[in-house]
Nanobody, 121 residues
Framework: QVQLVESGGGLVQAGGSLRLSCAAS????????MGWFRQAPGKEREFVAS????????DYADSVKDRFTISRDNAKNTVYLQMNSLKPEDTAVYYC??????????????WGQGTQVTVSS
């Protein structure tokens, strides 16, 4: 079983940047597709970005395309989400997840507990 722990969240002003990390333990993330999702208060959880096990394929929600970048370091067992040009509507709890296939509408088997990102206007 893969245990995932997110970090790097916090309070930032609009236009600022944050880098989220998702560290895996108990089992390597090598071979797993990884995804980032977010859930704002009163809203459903939504897909943000995903990356294939090799890192060669990435996918983004339209709302974050050209602002966010997902990457992974399999040697460090960690996945990252670089978030630039942040907007107040990016405020949410961000979750990372591991699964077999990357993408927005696939099943992910393991989830972290989330990290809060708050963007002030």
């Amino acid at each position: 079983q893969v245990q995932l722990v997110e970090s790097g969240g916090g309070l930032v002003q609009a236009g600022g940047s944050l880098r989220l990390s998702c560290a895996a333990s108990r089992r390597t993330i090598y071979g797993y597709a990884m995804g980032w999702f977010r859930q704002a208060p009163g809203k459903e959880r939504e897909f943000v970005a995903s990356i294939s096990w090799s890192g060669s394929n990435t996918d983004y929600a339209d709302s974050v395309k050209d602002r966010f970048t997902i990457s992974r370091d399999n040697a460090k067992n960690t996945v990252y989400l670089q978030m630039n040009s942040l907007k107040p509507e990016d405020t949410a709890v961000y979750y990372c997840a591991a699964g077999v296939i990357p993408g927005p509408r696939v099943k992910y088997d393991y989830w972290g507990q989330g990290t809060q990102v708050t963007v002030s206007s």
